[in-house]
């Protein structure tokens, strides 16, 4: 079975800084990997996602991650971060059943708070 | 273009009383559906998911229950919730080429 470990549950950072949010998983089997923001009160949106290829995938708003297989990381990153970028931020991953049916095993999520 | 629709998007229950929740799908055939339960502070749990009509596979053994009457609707149902039956409810559905889910809106459920 797979699991996804978000070592930091919040995360400030002021306005127009750097940010990474840290994402570890473990798996014996080939992996999907998925990060997915959450506004409140809202569902969760796709940022971006790793399926095969190149190891650094850009997403949406901005972002970015890289697959790093030896570590097994998949840390998402923003170069100059946004007010509107407050938010919660799943990491996840997929491995396929039995049913070939696939299903996504989700971190507990970290909150990003932009500091004006 | 596909589309998930959830209701009610809020619902504040007694404790005992019966839950339905409905989601739909719209704009695609024969999707993979899922409930997921969001707890406040936590991460998405796996409840239910579906890759047919009829066909249901449970997660976690609870007092709730999972439908698929038809091809693109799911219900979520309890006949007696638990104070922690609350929390935040998502569906969303996958066609399984890309692995990628798709969440509706979600229903915060209360129970009192």
């Known amino acids: 079975a797979q699991s996804v470990t978000q070592l930091d549950s919040q995360v400030p950072v002021f306005e127009e800084a750097p940010v990474e949010l840290r994402c570890n998983y473990s798996?014996?089997?080939?992996?999907?990997l998925f990060w997915y923001v959450q506004y409140p009160n809202q569902g969760l949106q796709l940022l971006l996602k790793y399926l095969s290829g190149s190891t650094l995938v850009k997403g949406i708003n901005g972002f970015e991650a890289e697959f790093n297989k030896s570590q097994t990381s998949f840390h998402l990153r923003k170069p100059s971060v946004h007010i509107s970028d407050t938010a919660e931020y799943f990491c996840?991953?997929?491995?396929?059943?039995?049913?070939?049916?696939?299903?996504?095993?989700f971190g507990t999520g970290t909150r990003l708070t932009i500091i004006p | 273009s596909q589309t998930i629709h959830q209701w009610p998007a809020t619902l504040v229950q007694p404790v005992g009383s019966p839950l339905s929740l409905e989601c739909t799908v719209e704009?695609?055939?024969?999707?993979?559906l899922y409930w997921y339960r969001q707890a406040a502070g936590r991460g998405l749990q796996l409840l239910f998911y579906s890759v047919g009509i009829g066909q249901i596979s449970s997660e976690v053994p609870q007092n709730l229950s999972a439908s698929r009457p038809q091809d693109r609707q799911f219900i979520l149902s309890s006949k007696k919730l638990l104070l922690s039956d609350s929390g935040f409810y998502l569906c969303?559905?996958?066609?399984?080429?890309?692995?990628?889910?798709?969440f509706g809106p979600g229903t915060r459920l209360t129970v009192t």
């Open positions: 704009g695609t055939s024969n999707p993979n």
């Open positions: 798996s014996s089997v080939s992996v999907y």
């Open positions: 969303a559905w996958g066609e399984g080429a890309d692995y990628e889910q798709y």
């Open positions: 996840a991953v997929s491995t396929p059943s039995n049913f070939g049916n696939e299903k996504l095993t």
